[in-house]
Nanobody
């Protein structure tokens, strides 16, 4: 079993920055991909960025050039550096840890960008 805990959300003005952290614990040796997703009110959850165990990354078009995902394998932690935040980035951000057999989600962290 894997536990996933996000932190780092909050309220920020448009144009500002936040860094989210996601720590995985438990049976983490099987995790191959970790990523960030977000869900705004009334909308479906969507992919923000993912990173493999070997460091390969993939980003949604709407965050390219603004967000950076990184990973510390020794700490089983993934980070999402968010710069140039926009009001439309307001959402609950969820971390997902993916093994070959299962997906594990955190409880989410709220990011609110005021215009």
């Amino acid at each position: 079993q894997v536990q996933v805990v996000e932190s780092g959300g909050g309220l920020v003005q448009a144009g500002g920055s936040l860094r989210l952290s996601c720590a995985a614990s438990g049976s983490t040796f099987n995790i191959v991909v970790m990523g960030w997703y977000r869900q705004a009110p009334g909308k479906q959850r969507e992919l923000v960025a993912i990173i493999t165990k070997t460091g390969i990354t993939n980003y949604a078009d709407f965050v390219k050039g603004r967000f950076t995902i990184s990973r510390d394998n020794a700490k089983n932690t993934v980070y999402l550096q968010m710069n140039s935040l926009k009001s439309e980035d307001t959402a609950v951000y969820y971390c997902r840890a993916q093994s070959l057999l299962a997906n594990y989600w955190g409880q989410g962290t709220q990011v609110t960008v005021s215009s």
